[in-house]
């Protein structure tokens, strides 16, 4: 996978947990459920190996990577207490 494509993969994944956050905020699960799957199947890709990113890619990569943290934390914060309802 070349440092484009590895930039591409992770510009996917930040879109679709951009679009998950608000699935969650809005309490589509089907919705949130799909783009999920869409997620998993993006890192795949990743984890398959991938060129190492420098220069300008590399802060890219890293912006991307905290997106995609922060929108996780914001997902799970509403969807933990949400589960914990469920579980309880």
């Known amino acids: 996978m070349s440092s484009t494509e590895v930039l591409a993969t992770y510009e996917t994944i930040a879109g679709l947990t951009n679009k998950m956050v608000m ?14 799957n869409q997620c ?15 220069g300008d890619a590399r ?6 990577l905290k997106q995609i943290l922060a929108n996780d934390r914001a997902i799970r914060e509403v969807t933990e207490p949400w589960h914990n309802r469920l579980n309880g």
């Open 23 to 36: 699935a969650a905020q809005s309490s589509d699960w089907d919705s949130l459920d799909r783009m999920e």
């Open 40 to 54: 998993a199947a993006a890192s795949v890709a990743l984890m398959g190996g991938a060129a190492p990113v420098q």
């Open 59 to 64: 802060k890219r990569k890293i912006e991307l």
